[in-house]
């Protein structure tokens, strides 16, 4: 059974004429989520209002109860001559705060992660370079809060930012040189955390290489399941539950740049340590 990282939504192509909402991927610079706590997702898109890149603002269009997208509301916003325009984010309820907050980056941006409250930069975080990707809908220390997934295809750095009771992001146990990684969010060690399994193609020196490994939510050393220096090789992880007891197993296709796929099964004795096995 994979465990995915939650639903997000996005707009069918006609979204811009009131068209209906549709759960798949959102488009780069938007951000679907209920942002009024009304139950009807809504959708922010992030961008700039001049040539220069500094002036900043996030479009809303608040969610209607027949499926369509309301009005745009426009809040401009400014973060700085050093910055560039956020372009990508997620929307996430910081410490106690009862309305989204959003966490948001410039994906050709050296400066870190800005959140917004109310549509207007609070407070800016340490956070990977040139970032591609950020996520959220996972809690790594079972505080019932969702934290935050970053990561950089320019450095290979993925890093976990823990989202804390005073409504602050401080950086979490869980990182790795991960090159456009690939992953599955399950509670391996059955410890209330949720881990990562993670395909973990390291690009940069001195660790050049390819594996698959569980990162976990407490900080424990990661368990290494199967690793090459072949970087023509990839690896796509999955969970298991391969003998029906609730805990979940790891599973890696290993596909070579010419070759044939194999299929290799690793069982979780519950507390994360994991043994080679033979597949269902």
């Given at each position: 059974?994979?465990?995915?990282?939650?639903?997000?939504?996005?707009?069918?192509?006609?979204?811009?004429?009131?068209?209906?909402?549709?759960?798949?991927?959102?488009?780069?610079?938007t951000?679907?989520?209920?942002?009024?706590?009304?139950?009807?997702p809504?959708?922010?898109?992030?961008?700039?209002?001049?040539?220069?890149?500094?002036?900043?603002?996030?479009?809303?269009?608040?969610?209607?109860?027949?499926?369509?997208?309301?009005?745009?509301?426009?809040?401009?916003?400014?973060?700085?001559?050093?910055?560039?325009c956020?372009?990508?984010?997620?929307?996430?309820?910081?410490?106690?705060?009862?309305?989204?907050?959003?966490?948001?980056?410039?994906s050709?941006?050296?400066?870190?992660?800005?959140?917004?409250?109310?549509?207007?930069?609070?407070?800016?975080?340490?956070?990977?370079?040139?970032?591609?990707?950020?996520?959220?809908?996972?809690?790594?220390?079972?505080?019932?809060?969702?934290?935050?997934?970053?990561?950089?295809?320019?450095?290979?750095?993925l890093?976990?930012?823990?989202?804390?009771?005073?409504?602050?992001?401080?950086l979490g146990?869980?990182?790795?040189?991960?090159f456009?990684?690939?992953?599955?969010?399950?509670?391996?060690?059955?410890?209330?955390?949720?881990?990562?399994?993670l395909?973990?193609?390291?690009?940069?020196?001195?660790?050049?290489?390819?594996?698959?490994?569980?990162?976990?939510?407490?900080?424990?050393?990661?368990?290494?399941?199967?690793?090459?220096?072949?970087?023509?090789?990839?690896?796509?992880?999955?969970a298991?539950?391969?003998?029906?007891?609730g805990?979940?197993?790891?599973?890696?296709?290993?596909?070579?740049?010419?070759?044939t796929?194999?299929?290799?099964?690793?069982?979780?004795d519950g507390?994360?340590?994991?043994?080679?096995?033979?597949?269902?």
């Open positions: 059974m994979l465990v995915a990282l939650g639903t997000t939504l996005t707009l069918s192509p006609t979204a811009a004429s009131g068209a209906t909402v549709s759960p798949r991927d959102a488009p780069f610079g951000i679907i989520a209920d942002l009024n706590n009304d139950g009807i809504d959708q922010a898109t992030l961008g700039h209002t001049d040539s220069a890149d500094t002036q900043c603002s996030v479009t809303v269009r608040y969610g209607q109860a027949d499926g369509t997208l309301g009005t745009p509301n426009v809040h401009p916003y400014t973060l700085g001559p050093q910055h560039l956020p372009d990508e984010g997620v929307a996430v309820k910081l410490g106690h705060h009862k309305r989204p907050d959003l966490v948001v980056a410039a050709f941006d050296e400066n870190g992660t800005t959140v917004l409250t109310n549509f207007e930069p609070v407070a800016t975080y340490p956070g990977v370079i040139q970032p591609q990707l950020i996520r959220t809908g996972v809690d790594f220390n079972n505080d019932g809060r969702q934290d935050v997934i970053e990561a950089s295809f320019q450095t290979s750095d890093i976990t930012l823990l989202n804390t009771k005073q409504g602050t992001l401080v146990p869980i990182h790795a040189c991960a456009r990684p690939q992953y599955v969010i399950a509670d391996f060690d059955q410890d209330g955390n949720q881990d990562m399994l395909s973990d193609f390291c690009a940069a020196p001195p660790g050049i290489g390819l594996s698959a490994k569980v990162l976990f939510g407490n900080g424990q050393p990661p368990a290494t399941l199967i690793s090459t220096q072949d970087t023509s090789m990839q690896y796509t992880v999955f298991i539950d391969l003998n029906y007891d805990v979940p197993d790891a599973g890696v296709i290993a596909t070579p740049f010419r070759g796929p194999t299929v290799s099964y690793f069982r979780n507390h994360g340590h994991f043994t080679p096995t033979a597949g269902p």
